[in-house]
């Protein structure tokens, strides 16, 4: 009997040692956005909202927004708002999300918004 209990120790101690090295991998999040109007008259007041932008297995971490305009965000309090002004020509600003994790993974959604001149 004492025989069969030191076999099962060290097989114990290796199944142990074995689940400590088990690595679980971190699924990337999920950036969604959605921005409206996506066409009007300058300037044209546009409602974004990320709220459906998700992590499967953790937590969105931060939000970065980059307009096309020369401006960002790290906004995160949802729907915020952006103007977009242009001059005499028709313009198309390219919006761009980035979703980062809690373990660092990202995600990225775009949405492009496209504002005409005053009338």
Known sequence: ???????????GLSL???ASCIYVMNLDPVASLTALPVLGATPLHVTLDATASHDPDGTIASYLWTFG????????????????TVQ???ETFTIVLV?????????????????NPAP
Do not use: K, W, Y
Not at 99 to 115: E, K, P, Y
């Open 1 to 11: 009997m004492r025989n069969r209990a030191m076999l099962l120790l060290p097989v």
């Open 69 to 84: 305009d020369g401006q960002t965000s790290s906004e995160s309090a949802f729907p915020f708002a952006h103007d977009f």
């Open 88 to 90: 005499s020509e028709s």
């Open 16 to 18: 142990l040692a074995l």
């Open 99 to 115: 979703v980062t994790d809690n373990q660092g993974a990202t995600d990225t959604a775009v949405r492009n918004v496209t504002v």
